[in-house]
């Protein structure tokens, strides 16, 4: 997985293409990551008990990681992640600046 959770990214197709967000949380077995406050689904909630109203309540579906790009902190712009190793460790950077990510 390329990006992390707390990671700034972009939409890039579905009905919210082109807004921002941030991971919340990365499904890593289904290639799939929830933004917080982007891709909502509505859903209607039944009321069950007497004196319960119905509702409809927001809720974020997962987005494929392949719809969404990392914003970048020092270009601010979308990018694609590369990996540099340095120091045996490894650091994602940004294609378009180079800048660590
Ligand atoms: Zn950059």
Do not use: H, Y
């Amino acid at each position: 997985m390329k990006l992390k959770k707390g990671d700034n990214i972009i939409m890039l197709s579905g009905k919210d293409k082109g807004k921002t967000g941030t991971v919340s949380a990365v499904l890593p077995n289904l290639n799939k990551m929830v933004i917080g406050g982007l891709n909502l689904i509505k859903k209607n909630v039944r009321a069950r008990k007497q004196g319960q109203k119905s509702q409809i309540i927001s809720k974020e579906r997962p987005v494929s990681i392949s719809s969404v790009a990392l914003m970048c902190k020092s270009c601010g712009k979308p990018t694609r992640v590369g990996f540099s190793i340095a120091e045996k460790s490894k650091i994602r950077i940004c294609k378009k600046c180079g800048a660590e990510v």
